[in-house]
Structures are given as C-alpha cells and as structure tokens.
C-alpha cells in the first residue's frame, strides 16, 4: 500500500491551492484520512482529518473556515483545498490514512509529504 501526495508548490496570500493524496495497494478499506504539515524547525502538527464516509471534519483552529478536506472514495483520494493560504502555512504537507489489509486490520499509512510555500 501507497499513499502518493502531490500538488503542492507556490501559492500567493489570498489565492487557493489543492493537495491531493491517492491510496494504491491491495487493500480492503480505508478508515479515516487526513493532513498533517511540518514548518522548518518545528514539529508536525494537524491539519485536518475526515472520517471514513466523509460525513465528519476536524480542523486546526488555524485553518477553520480557509481550509477544506473532502475524499472521493471511488478514487480512494482524499484532497486538502487550501483557499486563502497565508505564509504561515508555508509547510511540508503530509498526508496520511488507516487502510485495512488482508489482515482486516487498521495500519497507518504516510504520503512522502507535498512543500506548500506562500508568498506575501
């Protein structure tokens, strides 16, 4: 199992900006997903998770009400919409997930993480 995130990149004050991150693998379900981001010199910190159906959202209080999470199951995708970033934001982005293997059993699986720099 894999989880391959991308879209990260430069974004302005102001503008929007998607991450997407897609599950490979032999799996049999995928649990909760979500982001998680890393600025220089300190340490990885929520962003927001969803819940298997997509029904249920949390968010770090930084991004409320700028930031949206949403999967599509069918793709076994789940995509950050980052929408009025600031450069606090500035982060490598690393998505993760609980997948059921074979063994029916929840692992924690990580993307390789996606650099999202904004600029003033």
């Known amino acids: 199992v894999q989880l391959q995130a991308s879209g990260g990149g430069l974004a302005q004050t102001g503008g929007s900006l998607r991450l997407s991150c897609s599950a490979s693998?032999?799996?049999?379900?995928?649990?909760?997903m979500g982001w998680y981001r890393q600025a220089p010199g300190k340490q990885r910190d929520l962003v927001a998770t969803?819940?298997?159906?997509?029904?249920?959202?949390n968010y770090a209080e930084s991004v409320k009400g700028r930031f949206t999470i949403f999967r599509e199951n069918a793709k076994n995708t789940v995509y950050l919409q980052m929408n009025s970033p600031k450069p606090e934001d500035t982060a490598v982005y690393y998505c993760?997930?609980?997948?059921?293997?074979?063994?029916?059993?929840?692992?924690?699986?990580w993307g390789q993480g996606t650099l999202v720099t904004v600029s003033s």
């Open positions: 693998g032999s799996m049999l379900s995928i649990d909760v």
């Open positions: 969803i819940s298997s159906g997509g029904r249920y959202m």
């Open positions: 993760y997930a609980f997948i059921a293997e074979r063994d029916n059993i929840l692992h924690n699986y």
